[in-house]
């Protein structure tokens, strides 16, 4: 049973187009984040919801738009894509309160973007 | 966040314990110590974490020094599998979203 899931796996669109990627956790928690690693492996936190509330936002451009339906669902829409966005998103899941003694944050299994 | 230090590589013959360093010597009172690894196109996975008492799970021991500026992840019994990049990182407990930074890492070689 997969906790952290993302689609598409891979995605390849060219310059310009709009494209969403899409995330689900069955795991019961109630935050959830968008990470990016770039060509150079770099992970870094885009992202974060918890209970449908934005609660973390990055510097990240306005083509970039998160949207939670429900705790279970974080999706990332983008915008006019540019070459700069090729990278792997990872989106993850946490569950802040008592049910573990510390946050402990779920990775999916990222989805590879690649801008033409 | 208390920034972190990590060698770029290390390699380890398989069998063997496997030793990864991290230095966090501005580290503050309330923040833990957490280790995270990522295998090759995967998503990064939790090892462990601790305050300031060595920690064992079932993947790995975390020994954090008396003073708590740095720390070793114990991987006791390497395998191929633990092939991965292991990363160090230092943040409080405060509710709520909290992120995640990752530096560059350590790249870790396990050798048959």
């Known amino acids: 049973d997969t906790a952290v899931s993302q689609t598409p796996k891979y995605l390849v669109t060219q310059m310009g187009n709009d494209k969403s990627i899409k995330c689900e956790q069955n795991l019961g928690h109630d935050t959830m984040y968008w990470y990016k690693q770039d060509s150079k492996k770099f992970l870094k936190i885009m992202f974060s919801?918890?209970?449908?509330?934005?609660?973390i936002n990055e510097t990240v451009p306005n083509r970039f738009s998160p949207k939670s339906p429900d705790k279970a669902h974080l999706n990332l829409h983008i915008n006019s894509l540019e070459l700069g966005d090729s990278a792997v998103y990872f989106c993850a899941s946490s569950h802040p309160l008592a049910r573990q003694p510390q946050e402990t944050q779920y990775f999916g299994p990222g989805t590879r973007l690649l801008v033409l | 966040d208390a920034k972190t230090t990590q060698p770029t590589s290390m390699d380890c013959a398989e069998g063997r314990a496997a030793n990864l360093p991290c230095n966090h010597s501005?580290?503050?009172?309330?923040?833990?110590v957490y280790w995270y690894r990522q295998i090759h196109s995967q998503g990064p996975q939790y090892i462990i974490h601790?305050?300031?008492n060595n920690e064992t799970n079932e993947m790995a021991s975390l020994i954090i020094t008396e003073d708590r500026k740095s720390s070793t992840l114990i991987l006791p019994h390497a395998t191929l599998r633990d092939t991965a990049v292991y990363y160090c990182i230092v943040r409080g407990t405060r509710q709520g979203a909290q992120k995640l930074v990752f530096g560059q890492g350590t790249r870790l070689t396990i050798n048959p």
């Open positions: 601790g305050l300031k």
């Open positions: 919801y918890n209970n449908k509330e934005l609660i």
């Open positions: 501005t580290i503050s009172g309330n923040e833990y």
